[in-house]
């Protein structure tokens, strides 16, 4: 398996839980408490991976999502 380079900047994601996951299915209410959001308009920061992009597509009816860059 190869090894990326590091990259110049280290790119972030800022998420913000804006629908409540209540009356959704119990995958993606257990998504959402994975990205560590626990309440209505939490925010966390999470680093843009592979395994965190695909987290918010399965659940991106429920968030917003920006870009940061360091």
């Given at each position: ?8 900047k ?7 839980l804006?629908r ?44 917003r ?6």
């Open positions: 398996m190869r090894k990326k380079p590091p990259s110049r280290a790119k972030k994601l800022r998420l913000k804006v409540s996951p209540i009356g959704y299915p119990q995958k993606q209410r257990a998504t959402v408490l994975g990205l560590g959001l626990r309440r209505l308009n939490s925010e966390v920061i999470r680093p843009d991976s592979p395994e965190i992009r695909g987290m918010i597509a399965k659940v991106s009816h429920l968030l999502v920006e870009s940061l860059e360091e």
